[in-house]
């Protein structure tokens, strides 16, 4: 089966930086799109930034400026640089792949928490 793990979560102060990975495994034919999405306690899951299959990217106008996503097709992992970190990024970050097929797979989610 595809599994899709996430990395790199943990605790860190406003105005730092996390870099996420996620690593996809099993048979995937064509991605169409890596993403990452989030969710607060209490809030609903948010997409946070896209990339397609020709490197378009797209952003949550919240982290515009501050997160970069990116790829690298030959690990078959897609990443999120988090830089200037601030407590309302404090969240469990979830990886999303979508498949030419239509077919969508979700990590387990890691958790970053942002403090003060």
């Known amino acids: 089966q595809v599994q899709l793990v996430e990395s790199g979560g943990g605790l860190v102060q406003a105005g730092g930086s996390l870099k996420l990975s996620c690593a996809v495994s099993g048979r995937v034919f064509s991605i169409n799109a890596m993403e990452w999405y989030r969710q607060a306690p209490g809030k609903q899951r948010e997409l946070v930034a896209t990339?397609?299959?020709?490197?378009?990217?797209k952003y949550a106008d919240s982290v515009k400026g501050r997160f970069t996503i990116s790829r690298d097709n030959a690990k078959n992992t897609v990443y999120l640089q988090m830089n200037s970190l601030k407590p309302e990024d404090t969240a469990v970050y979830y990886c999303r792949i979508r498949t030419a097929g239509g077919a969508v797979y979700w990590g387990q989610g890691t958790q970053v928490t942002v403090s003060s």
């Open positions: 990339i397609t299959s020709s490197d378009s990217t």
